[in-house]
Structure formats: structure tokens, C-alpha cells
């Protein structure tokens, strides 16, 4: 048999008739929950150099007015 009669054969022997929108609701479903995740996990992140204030004001007293060490700015 050639490729071609298979592939008709194969055409013609699928009888499933089915939406193919419903069968991909759940990866958007799934993607909607992986993003929701990764949106709270960067949201909580913030404000996080704000909530040590002493803790850095303290380090940027003993090292300078700079994180680097170098005594310039950015």
C-alpha cells in the first residue's frame, strides 16, 4: 500500500465527530493556573527592599554609599 491509501483509508475510518474547541479548554485552563501562580509568586516579591531599612541603611554606613564598594552611583 502507498502512503496515500493509507492516509485516505485512515481519513475515511475516523468516525469521531467531536468539537476540537472543548478537547483544548484544559491546557488553557492549566496555562491560566501556571500564570496565576507565577503572577502571585512575583507579587509577592514586593516592597522587599523596604521592609529592611535598618539592615541596609546599616550596610550602606559601613561599606560606603554604594552596595559595589565603589563610592559612585549609577
Request: glycine share 12%; proline share 0%; net charge neutral.
Amino acid at each position: 500500500m502507498s502512503l496515500a491509501t493509507l492516509l485516505v483509508q485512515a481519513a475515511a475510518g475516523s468516525e469521531e465527530h467531536g468539537n476540537v474547541a472543548l478537547e483544548t479548554v484544559g491546557y488553557g485552563i492549566v496555562a491560566l493556573v501556571v500564570f496565576t501562580a507565577l503572577a502571585l509568586v512575583t507579587l509577592s516579591y514586593r516592597n522587599v527592599a523596604n521592609r529592611h531599612a535598618g539592615k541596609a541603611s546599616a550596610f550602606a554606613a559601613a561599606h560606603g554609599k554604594d552596595a559595589h564598594g565603589t563610592g559612585q552611583g549609577h
